[in-house]
């Protein structure tokens, strides 16, 4: 579970202040893979990050039963002087996972062929993804973040990637964000719809599409 009680997050520039989140009181029951819906610019990212501990709220709290991922595919922390093998093994070691587990998982999953022994500097974008992709399914979290993130690589291996994380759904709950509704409606039961820094929880999924298509039609008006 994953209460958010009284979370306000605002954003000052030359200035002005933009408010992404209003003292939101919510909760993502356990379990629970949630669409996270909004307009571009609305907050999702920041709400992600705020519940997976990368960015602070500016007042608030976020409390949580369970072990939250961060971002899935996010490769923001990886140190590019270490190898993709020592980046899994230093992941798994600030988790509490078996390291030797975590790297078998990622070098057989990401498909990196001698390229894991590497220097991630010497890494393309898709690989890093691949990297960090894997690393985020080797370690189990009760709450996976996923934010507009794609496998990438062959069909296969696109395939492959959507089996595991499946697979990781069901045992554990999903916080997505994502522009694809045919996306959101295979994966998820519930959804939450961010509008104005206000969070609406629905315990449908076809009901916060909805909603959510009814907000972007009204700001297209005129």
């Known amino acids: 579970m994953i209460r958010l009680r009284n979370l306000t997050k605002i954003y000052t520039l030359h200035g002005r202040h933009k408010v992404v989140a209003d003292n939101i009181n919510a909760v993502f029951p356990t379990g629970v893979s949630v669409a996270l819906l909004g307009r571009n610019g609305a907050g999702k990212s920041s709400l992600l990050r705020m519940i997976s501990g990368a960015m602070l709220p500016t007042s608030g709290e976020i409390l949580s039963s369970g072990a939250i991922s961060w971002p899935v595919g996010f490769a923001g922390s990886f140190h590019a002087e270490l190898t993709g093998e020592q ?31 590497l220097p991630l500097r010497s890494y393309s974008s898709g690989m890093k993804s691949r990297l960090s992709f894997g690393l985020s399914m080797a370690i189990p979290f009760d709450t996976y973040l996923v934010d507009e993130v794609s496998a ?35 994966s998820c039961e519930a959804g939450a719809v961010l509008e104005g820094g206000h969070l609406s929880y629905y315990h449908d999924i076809a009901d916060a599409i909805d909603v959510h298509l009814e907000n972007m039609e009204r700001g297209m008006v005129g």
């Open 87 to 117: 980046n899994c093994r230093f992941v798994a070691r600030v988790y509490g996972a078996d390291t030797d587990e975590v790297r078998d998982f990622v070098e057989d999953f990401a498909e990196l062929g001698e390229h894991f022994y």
């Open 152 to 186: 990438v690589g062959d069909a296969s291996f696109k395939a492959k990637s959507k089996r595991v994380f499946n697979a990781r759904l069901a045992n554990a709950g999903a916080v997505v964000v994502s522009h694809s509704m045919r996306m959101l409606r295979d």
